[in-house]
């Protein structure tokens, strides 16, 4: 569809909500792992053949899944405008300054950030992101993350992740002694004895940069990370299934490949950081309270430690309303409860009314919020890359 048609489009569909958005949940399936099936979906929903599992659900994104089986448009959000079919990457490039501002668009191409909530019956195997310098030698973007666990879901068996290694390691240089032999026999998960775990606590998270070694836990996430699908697997069996050895070498250039084998994939990750003996303190996001002043509403950052994104939590008790005012584009999931945004009906867990776009003009004119239910209203709101520069708090000053 031209650009022209898109705008015309989406100009109606601003007039209609009052400036508000609807999209349609993005499911991904996954063929290395199986699913916590704790995502709503029907029991008869998650297998979906060859191509494996529905694991993940993606949220307000532009990113198509990297997946070996390649299904159309996996991991791309689409509006939920009656009578059409558009994708909100293709929205965003047909009407940058409609959705995100003019001054935004000028800088940003994209709005630069990708939500998603995964769901794995195991842990996932101890892998890393390539940094922004790794990743682009093979046309591809870095992917810095971060976790939140909601709270009053099953957390699965293993609800611990693994992150970096023991600081020893590092320390006396012995990772290619140490690690190496792992990789070139592929063949168990002993990699994980060189790491440290630590517990997935309900309502709180982590901050993960690119380049760190990490084996998230069967805790249900609700991630926020840089847009990209990339990574390198260092584990080569879960739970007695084993990994594509594939995964290890994937993003890393095929000429690095062939000259240094298994070591290459080695030479990618940031072993200072990894081997960091405070990496929890360092790393560890418990909620940060903001100020709201409104009876019955709380408001925490839970992604924060980062300019690349940020992202709030706000609770609405029975029968409270508030006006919230943010500096740019932003798409929120509706977590629990039901409720409105500007006299539209949102629910938490009802497919079609639990996740929203909320561009430029009304997230500066404000939202209001209003919890219409019997129970707390949760509402998480993900923000790009700047966006929140001036108010986002750091685990330690920032460098």
């Known amino acids: 569809m031209d650009p022209i048609a898109i705008r015309r489009i989406l100009e109606a569909e601003l007039t209609r909500t009052g400036g508000l958005l609807r999209l349609r949940p993005a499911w991904v399936a996954r063929d290395f792992l199986r699913p916590g099936k704790r995502l709503g979906l029907r029991e008869d929903q998650y297998a979906v053949g060859p191509r494996g599992f529905i694991c993940e659900r993606w949220l307000g994104s532009e990113t198509e899944a990297e997946n070996t089986i390649k299904h159309e448009n996996e991991g791309l959000s689409f509006l939920e405008i009656e009578g059409q079919d558009l994708l909100l990457r293709d929205v965003v490039a047909a009407c940058p300054a409609l ?45 810095e993350e971060a976790y939140f666990y909601p709270d009053g879901v099953e957390m699965g068996r293993h609800p611990e992740t693994f992150f970096g290694v023991h600081p020893y390691i590092v320390r006396e240089k012995r990772q290619v002694e140490l690690l190496l032999p792992l990789l070139q026999s592929w063949d168990s998960d002993r990699i994980l004895m060189h790491s440290r775990a630590y517990l997935n606590v309900p309502g709180e998270g982590f901050h993960l940069p690119s380049g760190l070694l990490h084996a998230p836990g069967t805790a249900l996430t609700i991630e926020l990370q840089e847009p990209s699908d990339v990574m390198g697997v260092l584990q080569a069996v879960v739970d007695g299934v084993k990994v594509s050895k594939r995964l290890l070498l994937h993003h890393v250039p095929p000429a690095d490949a062939q000259r240094l084998g298994e070591r290459a994939a080695l030479n990618q990750i940031l072993w200072d950081e990894n081997g960091d003996p405070f990496f929890y303190e360092h790393h560890h996001t418990p909620p940060v309270a903001i100020a709201v002043g409104v009876p019955g509403v709380s408001a925490q950052w839970i992604y924060y430690n980062t300019t690349k994104f940020s992202g709030k939590r706000f609770v609405l008790a029975p029968g409270a309303h508030f006006v919230d005012r943010e500096r740019g584009v932003h798409n929120v999931l509706i977590w629990k409860g039901d409720g409105r945004m500007d006299g539209l009906p949102i629910g938490g867990g009802r497919f079609g009314l639990d996740e929203v776009l909320v561009p430029y003009q009304k997230a500066m004119a404000g939202v209001r919020y209003e919890n219409t239910g019997s129970t707390p209203l949760e509402v998480l709101a993900f923000f790009g890359p700047d966006l929140n520069n001036e108010d986002v708090p750091y685990l330690r000053p920032p460098a």
């Not at 000028?106 to 630069?112: A, D, I, K, P, V």
């Not at 682009?136 to 973007?141: D, M, Q």
């Open 99 to 143: 959705l995100m501002g003019d001054s935004y668009a000028r800088t940003h191409q994209s709005l630069g950030r990708l939500a998603k909530i995964y769901d794995f019956e195991s842990r996932i195997f101890f892998h890393y992101h390539q940094t922004a310098d790794d990743a682009r030698k093979v046309g591809r973007n870095s992917k």
